[in-house]
């Protein structure tokens, strides 16, 4: 595809310090005055989907001067989508997977940005605490990756953990590794805020569910919407989370598995602020994981277990007796000042796995000018303006990073 030499004479960089270093993201990112995009050629380009992967690859095309719409079923942050949660977390410890840590922190800065140019709160700076009874091979590599990029952390012994943080109780976890940086984003605000971003600079919105229609040799010419019209364009980036292996049975019915999660808010105790931001960091350990209180909602737990297999179209957003029992029983173990509060809220969402959870980014092997980008197996939405980038350049067939290229292929 010929690159656009209209780009060249383009105003004010957008985050691009930290998309260059990405190697992962177009070099060619720019602000784009509406002249030079009206006298210059560019591609039509349809994006499906418009949560974390293909709301940020719709933006970044329209920000390299492309002729993009954006198709979404539900609409942007939609309560469907894996991406219209409330609260999604930033961390850069990936035990040994290096590509998706370095993408993570480039994803950081680029947050960072992002939040400047919307002008929307959408990060708190709460940090990470990763739990384990001993150091585990992961937690090892996390520490080892982390010193690589540079990225602060410190290591907590059982001692340390009591004296540090006396609202939790770590028995059985006898180490804890902190990565201050870490941040939770307000993944529903974000998604808006990007798709307002989108139309600000002259990207199309359509709220419609759409599938592949026309094939003409080996290169999909148009969708077709539910109710029989026509949308067509060079090339399409299928980012459809969850209801790609609807959309695509034969090709990602067994690759991306669709099970359900429970996520839970309990309040705190009246007066009691300290399970909250700031005074209470992320956490994990092996079949939990949650966020202190953010905007009085509620401390966050999320047990990692769940129904096997979601429809992300029909299924009720009802969490079940068994998940709240299992989270309960959490907090009375490591929470004991939460074991008796009610829960303020609650949200249930599906995951995209993949068996290894690396992501899908591969061209359709029956159409030539169809991306698919998805599986982002519990992990995707930190990277949404990193990926975006990467997913935008994979469309118009530019280079990108060879090694990132072969983690996400379709063929493994
Ligand atoms: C409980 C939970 C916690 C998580 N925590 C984190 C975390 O802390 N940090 C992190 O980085 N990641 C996390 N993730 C993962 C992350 O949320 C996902 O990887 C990411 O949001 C996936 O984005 P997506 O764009 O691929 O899919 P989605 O956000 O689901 O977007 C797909 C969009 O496609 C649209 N669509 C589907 N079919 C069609 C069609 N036929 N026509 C038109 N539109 C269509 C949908 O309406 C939807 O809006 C978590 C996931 C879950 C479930």
Known sequence: MQRRTFLHTVSAPLGLAALNQAGLAPTTVRSVSASAIRTNPRSSVIVI?????????????????????????????????????????????????????QSALRAM?????????????????????????????????????????????????DDDLRKRFPQMNPDGMGVGLLEPGAMVIRAKQAMLAVSQAFVKAGGTLRVARVKPGTVTGGRLVD??????????????????????PKLFPALLGTRIQVPGRDVFYFGLPAGDQRLAFPHFPNFSEDRYYGFASIDGRGFKVCPTTGPSSYDPDTD?????????????????????????????????????????????????????????????????????????????????????????????????
């Open 223 to 244: 969708l077709q919407t539910d109710d029989g019209s026509r949308l067509a364009a060079d090339a399409f980036v299928f980012a459809c989370g969850p209801w790609l």
């Open 316 to 412: 009720e957003r009802v969490v079940t007796a068994t998940e709240l029992r299992r989270a309960r029983a959490y907090l009375a173990q490591r929470f004991p000042s939460l074991a008796n509060q009610p829960v303020t809220e609650s949200r249930v969402c599906q995951l995209e796995n993949t068996v290894d959870e690396h992501f899908i980014i591969d061209r359709h092997p029956e159409m030539a000018n169809v991306l698919l980008a998805g599986g982002g197996s519990g992990h995707g939405f930190k990277h949404g303006p990193v990926i975006g980038g990467y997913i935008a350049k994979r469309a118009l067939g530019e280079q990108t990073d060879a090694d990132f290229d072969h983690m996400v292929r379709l063929a493994r």
């Open 109 to 157: 800065a680029a947050w960072r940005e992002r939040e400047r140019q919307f002008g929307v709160a959408l990060l708190n700076p709460t940090g990470r605490l990763q739990l384990a009874p001993d150091w585990t091979p992961s937690l090892k590599a996390s520490q080892g990756t982390l010193a690589t990029l540079g990225v602060p952390f410190e290591t907590l012994s």
């Open 49 to 101: 989907g418009a949560g974390a992967f293909g709301g940020w690859t719709a933006l970044v095309l329209r920000e390299m001067g492309h002729d993009v719409t954006l198709v979404d079923a539900y609409g942007p942050g939609n309560s469907r989508a894996t991406s219209g949660d409330e609260t999604r977390q930033i961390r850069c410890g990936y035990g040994d997977r290096l590509l998706y840590a």
